[in-house]
């Protein structure tokens, strides 16, 4: 809060570190805050200097940071006053507020300072603004007078202080006052220098001042008395002059008459000029049109003789009819604007287009109809004499057809039931001829693959009961059941025939296909979903469409294109067609193709690897994956993965149902059969696509073998449960070392494992402790042992005494020990199987396990009974002439 003293110097203050700089002169302020706890700033009211002052009102706020310094924040012209409230016309308001662009509420420190700001700012409002003017609310009128308590309160203190004055008297005189020119101050100094005596004698300058100013006078008077006829003589010329401005004035008034009517002539000249040339253009543009129209819908006389006659057998006839019905596509398919569609000539033309386009349409029909027809009989009639295996080429129908190719595309953008029709009609009749083909086809395959089932149909499918009941229910290659209980088998010749066989099938069936569905896609358009030019519109469907909205209109016109339609929906309505049509013809070779597979997989299973393989090659390496012949394998395909998984899933089942016999050997039967399964399906997916499935079945397969060892080493009845373990699990072992299988490299370390634990197992168990007494003697030593006895001590108890030990020991001599080590190799060999060749491993384990044996006896010995000279009969080279002598007898 700034004290009284600041507050009544601040005017001066600010106008001389403000408002002088700029050549302004300050006229009124007044402190005052927004809110009470901010810190005050200056409402100032500021003028410029003369001719033509200009009366601003403005922020001033005091510098942060240098207490002397004040700075102009906002300014405002008198006329952006909108209005003043002083809210309360008492004296004691501090508050008041001032309407500009917003409402500024402000708190007035000084009510003097309120008082006098106000007045000047209203006298200012009064004086300088020419067009609305800012109300005054709640502020005293007494105040907003010439003779306000302000100005008397004012010229009181002018008169105690003498040195503050009025502030509008001192704008008043600083408007009034003049400065003197060069000239006058030259004239006033002469004057002065003339009349020396006017400083000593004040009354004598004045009477003489007086005196002079009454001669001049009086010259002035005479003066103008000597000018009057002078001015009399001038103001006649300027009557004079007056009147003649007058007549010039009426003359100017007649010509602006004459071109302001020269004026509206010209605009409506202007105006018919301009409909004329509208009137010009519009002709033109309309005989434009007509001659378009004309153009569009004009057919020669000579393509309307060849559309009601045409010639479609000869080449040139054909070529001709052709070109007509091009023409008259084009004709029917013209874009014309639909106003013009009105015009009764319009509509009569196109109504003989549509005569002309029935017309023609039917004797196409007709025409391609009967050749269709022709072209399928006589092929059927022709007798099949090809003895080989292939598929019969008809690249001479499709030759016929060939030259009526453009005729098809006119009727499938002209007349689409005549085109389907005729679709239908090829269909009918190509059929019959591929249904023939194709069957005749499998049927020499099948005929190929074995020379034991050559003699008729019946027998290549299997269908005879004395067949069925002259074989093993038991198919071949079952992995858990015995060989000698399956049924009879196919060779791997036969399979390798079947294969190359199948091969040859698919490829021959490839080429046919292929060159049947291409002439198709051409001859028929199918690689369009509806021909590139608009479908016609019949006359009757235009005029229903002229009474319709304009909206209907352009939707009727337009033409149906695929536009907007996704370019994946596009193909595959096109891929859906081309196979729907490719059904029709070779409907009978998916069927055929499976029946095939199928008749040859009930002989062996086996067939159904080769089929999987082959059929994923020809699948994958399709050029067109959409094609009719790559989705009729691929369907094939799931039918063939059906039946391998329904294999292999037997085979997972007889290994889990697999029973023992009583004369089982060691070896389990799906141990044995496996090498075989693996084997064969490894020669058949070892660079295949689909090894992966296999290797799926081989993880469930091998799983399901280790599961059954495990489970049928118990059940065995001649062969101890760890031999069987011991030889199954070391055959599996072998076998998968032998495959080189990487996903099966996991189950190969599991089965190496679980081999040596069961010959760790029979070692242990069969094996045994060959000297049993020593070890049970030094078992007791070790209780001893344990009980806290020293080892140093033990010789001195009673039954642990070298004697004693001496007398165990001799239990055992050399002789004894080998006669043992013979009878326990007899044991074993009996035990073990030839085929797997174990005698010698198992024996060697047995040896290692006596040695071991031998070395922790002699260890017990040295520490408990040192220096006592006690030694065993035979030490580890005795041990090993032993094992060695006995391996060798035998």
């Known amino acids: 809060m700034l004290s009284i003293g600041a507050l009544a110097n601040i005017k001066h203050i600010l106008q001389k570190e403000l408002f002088l700089a700029s050549g302004e002169r300050l006229l009124s302020v007044v402190t005052v805050v927004k809110k009470k706890d901010k810190k005050p700033c200056y409402l100032c009211v500021v003028t410029t200097a003369p001719p033509v002052p200009v009366v601003t009102l403005c922020l001033v706020k005091q510098s942060e940071q240098r207490e002397s310094e004040y700075k102009r924040k906002r300014s405002w012209q008198l006329d952006e006053i909108k209005s003043v409230d002083g809210r309360n016309e008492q004296f004691e308001t501090h508050e008041f507020d001032i309407q500009l662009e917003k409402l500024y509420k402000w708190y007035a420190l000084n009510l003097h300072e309120r008082q006098n700001f106000l007045a000047v700012l209203n006298r200012q409002i009064q004086k300088y603004v020419r067009g609305p003017r800012a109300e005054f609310r709640n502020v005293p009128s007494a105040w907003l007078s010439e003779k306000s308590p302000e100005k008397v309160a004012l010229g009181r203190a002018a008169q105690k202080t003498q040195h503050t004055d009025d502030e509008d008297d001192e704008e008043e005189e600083a408007q009034e006052f003049t400065a003197l020119t060069d000239k006058e101050a030259n004239e006033l100094g002469k004057l002065f220098s003339e009349c020396d005596f006017a400083i000593k004698d004040a009354e004598q300058f004045i009477e003489q001042l007086s005196r002079e100013l009454h001669d001049l006078d009086g010259a002035n008077i005479q003066s103008v008395l000597a000018s009057e006829q002078k001015v009399m003589k001038m103001m006649e010329h300027i009557d004079n002059a007056i009147s003649e401005a007058d007549k010039f004035e009426t003359r100017l008034d007649t010509y602006e008459d004459i071109l302001g009517h020269v004026k509206e002539t010209m605009e409506k000249i202007g105006g018919k000029n301009a409909m004329i040339e509208i009137a010009n ?102 007798p099949l004499t090809n003895t080989d295996l292939s598929l019969p080429n008809h690249s001479n129908v499709h030759r016929e057809l060939t030259p009526y190719t453009e005729l098809m595309h006119w009727t499938k953008a002209m007349d689409r039931k005549t085109y389907d029709g005729l679709m239908k009609v090829y269909t009918a009749s190509l059929s019959k001829i591929y249904d023939r083909d194709v069957r005749n086809f499998f049927n020499l395959a099948k005929m190929q693959v074995s020379e034991k089932l050559r003699s008729s149909r019946e027998d290549l499918d299997m269908s005879t009961s004395s ?127 499976v029946t095939f597979i199928q008749s040859f997989e009930r002989v062996d299973s086996f067939y159904s690897l080769y089929v999987l393989v082959r059929l994923t090659q020809h699948v994958m390496s399709a050029q067109d994956t959409h094609s009719f012949l790559s989705m009729t394998f691929a369907s094939a395909l799931v039918q063939v993965k059906r039946n391998f998984d329904r294999f292999m899933q037997q085979q997972l089942q007889s290994i889990r149902e697999a029973k023992l016999h009583k004369r089982s050997k060691a070896i389990l039967p799906y141990v044995e059969n496996f090498e ?130 001496r007398k165990v020991i001799a239990q055992y001599p050399a002789r004894e020990v080998k006669k043992g080590l013979e009878n326990l190799y007899k044991k074993v060999d009996k035990h073990l199987s030839e085929e797997e060749n174990l005698l010698q491993v198992v024996w060697h384990a047995m040896q290692e396990e006596f040695i071991a044996q031998y070395n922790y006896l002699e260890e017990r010995i040295q520490k408990c009974y040192a220096g006592a000279m006690i030694n065993l009969e035979f030490n580890i080279q005795d041990i090993l002439a032993f094992f060695s002598d006995i391996a060798r007898s035998h």
């Open 281 to 382: 253009n519009n002709n033109i543009k309309l005989m434009k049109e007509l001659n378009k129209v004309i153009s569009q819908l004009d057919l020669p006389h000579s393509q309307q003789q060849a559309l009601d006659e045409p010639d479609l057998k000869t080449v040139a006839g054909r070529k001709v009819a052709i070109a007509a019905a091009q023409c008259l596509q084009q004709a029917m398919n013209s874009d014309i604007d639909p106003a013009l569609l009105r015009l009764e000539a319009v509509q009569d033309q196109r109504k003989r287009f549509e005569k002309w386009k029935q017309k023609f349409s039917a004797t196409v029909s007709r025409f391609m109809n009967n050749l269709f027809i022709h072209l399928g009989n006589e092929i059927g009639d022709m």
């Open 467 to 593: 067949r069925k009941s002259a074989v093993s229910t038991i198919p071949y290659g079952t992995l858990g059941i015995n060989r000698d209980q399956w049924g009879p088998g196919v060779e791997s010749a036969d399979r390798v025939r079947f294969d190359a066989l199948l091969e040859k099938v698919l490829a021959e069936l490839e080429p046919i296909a292929l060159q049947e569905q291409l002439f198709c896609i051409n001859f028929f358009q199918m690689d369009v979903i509806s021909p590139t030019t608009k479908n016609t519109q019949t006359t009757l469907d235009m005029e229903k469409a002229l009474d319709m909205s304009q909206s209907g209109i352009a939707a009727l016109t337009a033409s149906p294109t695929a536009e907007g339609v996704p370019q994946k929906r596009i193909d595959r309505q096109i891929n859906e067609d081309v196979r729907k049509l490719m059904m029709g013809l070779f409907g009978c070779l998916e069927p055929e193709l």
């Open 676 to 805: 075989n399964f693996a084997q064969t399906a490894e020669g058949i997916f070892r660079k295949s696509d689909r090894r992966t499935d296999m290797e799926k079945w081989y993880l469930q397969l091998v799983n399901a073998i280790f599961e059954g060892i495990s489970l049928h080493s118990q059940e065995h009845p001649k062969t101890p449960s760890q031999v069987v373990r011991m030889e199954n699990y070391h055959h599996m072992y072998a076998l998968l070392a032998q495959l080189k299988v990487p996903g099966l490299d996991a189950l190969k370390k599991e089965a190496k494992t679980r081999y040596n634990d069961a010959l760790k197992a029979y070692v242990t168990q069969y094996f045994g402790r060959p000297l049993e007494k020593l070890n049970q003697f030094f078992e007791g030593v070790q209780l001893k042992v344990g009980q806290g006895v020293k080892e140093t001590e033990i010789s001195y108890q009673m039954a642990f005494s070298k004697q004693e030990l």
